[in-house]
């Protein structure tokens, strides 16, 4: 066992040790620790978003360089704060505006390449797939599954006939996702709590390496 | 109230308590469990191995932060050294304020181990604000969104960075991500609009939205979590890229111990739940 003598560490161990306090109950240490980790994040986005953003792109080529076409940024981000003037509060319509077109039309025909084209073509059964019984067979799977989940979505018409149990089976299809995802989540959190007994048991009290 | 009822009423206190044993004790005693490595994760080892010293430089993003350090992190190191070992050059950036925090502590690392140097094997990017506006740029010019590096220095004094002018001047661009902006907008705009060849490294909770696209060859590998990330550190050691400290891969026997606990609780409130309706 070798503790550490990084004083941060010790900072570090200690305010972990205060998050976990929650799990017995609310207490002071844990208020402490959350408060703490608001206030830096918000100052530290504060700090990031001026000497990232707000600096080299807008402060440096319109009042450095005198580059006056960045009036017009500067004039759009602006008019979001007219909405605290009720008397001027429509400009606030002129960025809105902007950002919703500029970001529709950059988004809306790769959405339909990234999940309307390539998934249906993914979909489809093609010679290539049956190479390999096993990927021809997860295919077919693929196939029944999205067909019967788009069945049970279809709100149209009475489910009867052949509906009913295409729709059906399309609810196990869908119970096996939300399944797949549940235990992913589990995985994901036991990862996070492997991460932190790592650190304490590692970095700070050196008992693992 | 029998044995069997008091399953549906076991404190909390006890379960956070036996899975904190069930995750400290094999951290300590470990038990070496086996690992098997899984197809998506040896497609991502396979299209990074089939690259070498002539091949256009990979691109790795951050877009994580320290809450899902213990997932993405290890990713991220298996990943330098694998691309290290194979003397290829490597451009780093990050989509979240937080990222390059994570991907300083790495860059200070590994490129060490390999006695790499800034500038001509590597290049740190930093963040950069805007993730539509910026992948978009990426895709006509980086320079152009990135006009210095994080330390400050021009991109065009770097002899690495002044040659990648888009993404047709990457060979691949490997997203760990946990969550957005991230794998998504990677895939949405710099594999769908320019073709851009896509590793995946995600959180466990994202794993099962990023299989489809894996499927369609949209996403060119997965890592999945922790486990991901293990299986990635193991074929990095077992084809001898590097016998460097294996973090995911030791948190391996943990995971799969607080697993089989989970299942024994729920079996267990399942098992107490059912007689408790019996007897109603």
């Not at chain 1, 609810?171 to 797949?180: N, S, V, W």
């Not at chain 2, 691109?59 to 932060?65: A, E, P, Q, T, V």
């Amino acid at each position: 066992m070798m503790l550490s003598t990084d004083p941060w560490v010790w900072l570090a161990a200690f305010l972990t040790l205060c998050i976990f306090s929650f799990l017995f109950r609310d207490n002071i240490f844990y208020q402490f620790a959350e408060h703490l980790f608001v206030g830096v994040s918000a100052g530290y986005l504060i700090a990031i978003t001026w000497h990232n953003q707000i600096y080299p792109n807008l402060v440096i080529p319109l009042f450095r360089q005198g580059n006056v076409v960045y009036i017009i940024p500067l004039l759009f981000g602006l008019s979001y704060f007219a909405r605290f003037i009720p008397k001027i509060g429509y400009l606030v319509r002129f960025p809105i505006a902007f950002l919703l077109g500029w970001g529709s039309g950059a988004a809306i025909p790769a959405y339909f390449q990234r999940d309307i084209l390539r998934q249906t073509q993914g979909t489809l059964l093609v010679r290539d797939m049956f190479t390999e019984w096993d990927s021809g067979l997860w295919a077919l799977i693929i196939l029944v599954g999205v067909i019967c989940v788009l069945i049970y979505f279809f709100f149209s018409r009475e489910r009867k006939g052949i509906m009913k149990p295409a729709a059906n089976l399309g609810i196990i299809f869908l119970m096996l996702g939300f399944g797949a995802s549940f235990g992913y989540t589990v995985m994901s959190r036991i990862s996070l709590l492997i991460g932190r007994f790592q650190f304490l048991l590692g970095t700070w009290l050196g008992i693992i390496r | 109230m029998n044995i069997v009822q008091s399953f549906t009423k076991i404190p909390r206190q006890v379960v956070f308590v036996t899975i904190a044993l069930a995750v400290m004790i094999p951290l300590i005693i470990p038990i070496g469990l086996p690992v098997r490595v899984m197809p998506k994760s040896e497609r991502l080892f396979h299209a990074i191995d089939s690259l070498g010293p002539d091949s256009k430089p990979v691109l790795i993003s951050c877009d994580f932060d320290p809450q899902s350090m213990p997932e993405l992190y290890p990713m991220l190191v298996a990943i330098l050294r694998h691309c290290f070992a194979r003397d290829m050059k490597v451009l780093v950036m990050a989509l979240w304020p937080q990222g390059p925090g994570m991907a300083e502590m790495a860059l200070e690392q590994v490129p060490r181990e390999f006695n790499k140097t800034y500038g001509e094997d590597f290049v740190f990017l930093g963040y950069k604000f805007g993730v539509t506006a910026v992948l978009l740029g990426m895709g006509d010019n980086i320079q152009g969104v990135f006009p210095i590096d994080y330390y400050g220095t021009p991109l065009d004094s770097l002899q690495l960075a002044a040659r990648v002018k888009n993404y047709d001047d990457l060979s691949l661009v490997v997203t760990l991500s946990s969550g957005d902006p991230g794998w998504r907008a990677w895939l949405l705009f710099a594999q769908s609009r320019y073709g851009a060849n896509l590793g995946v490294g995600v959180t466990a909770v994202s794993a099962a939205d990023v299989y489809p696209y894996v499927e369609t060859g949209q996403v060119l590998g997965l890592l999945a979590g922790m486990k991901g990330a293990s299986e990635y550190e193991i074929l990095v050691q077992e084809n001898g890229y590097s016998e460097g400290r294996r973090s995911a891969v030791q948190g391996m026997d943990a995971q799969s111990l607080g697993h089989l606990l989970i299942m024994v609780f729920i079996v267990l409130g399942n098992i107490g739940y059912f007689f408790m309706r019996r007897q109603k």
